[in-house]
Nanobody, 120 residues
């Protein structure tokens, strides 16, 4: 029903930029990006309300990352700037029916994940 496919992950130098994209078959009320580093719990990164394009972010990425959506292509993007080694994680595109969802448990649909590695 709702299928998500991420792309754009890779290796980047600290201070660099990377753009992730997510193709979704049927956008839900809220679309988000969440990440999981080795040995850490999955955490919210950025979210967007599909209808209004209202955006919200985790404090750790605010001012560095930007989430956006393209209604003509059914895609959600995450522009990551000034990347830090602590941003290294598997990044997941996810879909939620909850407005301004932050908890991973409120995201019902998930992509396969894409690895982002930031080197010093």
């Amino acid at each position: 029903q709702v299928q998500l496919v991420e792309s754009g992950g890779g290796l980047v130098q600290a201070g660099g930029s990377l753009r992730l994209s997510c193709s979704v078959t049927a956008p839900t009320y809220t679309m988000g990006w969440l990440r999981q580093a080795p040995g850490k719990e999955r955490e919210f990164v950025a979210g967007i309300i599909w209808s209004s394009a209202s955006r919200y972010y985790a404090n750790s990425v605010k001012g560095r990352f930007a989430i956006s959506r393209d209604v003509t292509q059914n895609t959600v993007s995450l522009e990551m700037n000034n990347l830090k080694p602590e941003d290294t994680a598997v990044y997941y595109c996810a879909a939620s029916t909850v407005g301004y969802a932050r908890s991973p448990q409120n995201y019902a649909y998930w992509g396969q994940g894409t690895q982002v590695t930031v080197s010093s």
